[in-house]
């Protein structure tokens, strides 16, 4: 049970990084909190840092979850945890969700956790049988939804929406489905403003190409 603890509170830590604050404070000597959106994800530090900075928040944010999932999982697996190797992943994986959205670097308050879950779930598809075709729905209902509207976080909301149908579509094993559930309400949370402004008409649209003024 120890290790347990120990290897969730590793999860939650790793998850905790803040990488687009990190980046801001070191590239531009700023708190990119209170820059663009104020949220310390990729999609921030790519509207205030650039391009460059931007992806590779991302891409690391990514990495969080994929690290702590598959090589921390290996290292407590490694040892004598009474536990079933994919409800160990899983839960780390959860912890390390919940440390990006909710640092304690940062009076836990953190970003909105969709590239940490996006490596959470690779990790996760790489020993769970059909996750693979789940996350390839997921994925695939991202681009749709953000190339007809260019908003992030409607594209997010509806691919983390589709999550848990796809994890009953391919008959997930039931921890799969519940996460799957935990974590579209972890979007759906933390995307509460967006949220109230995309129903108001208001959300930024992100285009990677300088609009031609009207």
């Known amino acids: 049970m120890l290790l347990i603890i120990i290897a969730l509170l590793i999860s939650y830590l790793v998850g905790s990084i803040p ?16 820059s663009g959106s104020g949220n310390v994800g990729a999609t921030n530090a790519l509207r205030v840092l650039g391009k460059g900075p931007g992806i590779t928040v991302l891409l690391l944010d990514i990495f ?17 945890v009474l536990i079933p190797e994919q ?10 969700i919940c440390g990006h959205n909710w640092t304690v670097f940062l009076q836990f308050k953190g970003g909105k956790g969709i590239a940490t879950t ?27 939804v953000f190339f007809i509207s260019r908003m992030v976080s409607l594209a997010s909301l509806c691919s983390a929406a589709a999550l848990p ?13 519940i996460t799957s559930l935990l974590l579209c309400i ?3 949370v933390r995307h509460k403003a ?10 930024p649209r992100l ?7 009207q």
């Open 118 to 144: 996006f490596g959470v779930l690779i990790g996760l598809a790489l020993s769970i049988n059909g996750l693979n075709l789940a996350l390839g729905g997921v994925i695939l209902t991202w681009f749709i």
């Open 19 to 34: 990488t687009a604050y990190i980046f801001g404070r070191v590239l531009k000597g700023i708190d990119i909190r209170q």
């Open 64 to 80: 969080k979850g994929f690290l702590v999932v598959v090589f921390l999982g290996n290292l407590f697996l490694g040892k004598a």
């Open 186 to 188: 972890f979007v759906i």
């Open 87 to 96: 409800n160990l992943r899983t839960l780390m994986g959860i912890a390390c």
């Open 207 to 213: 285009y990677f190409k300088k609009q031609p003024k």
């Open 194 to 203: 967006n949220l109230i402004r995309i129903l108001k008409g208001k959300e």
């Open 165 to 177: 149908v796809l994890a009953v579509l391919f008959k997930l094993p039931p921890i799969l489905i």
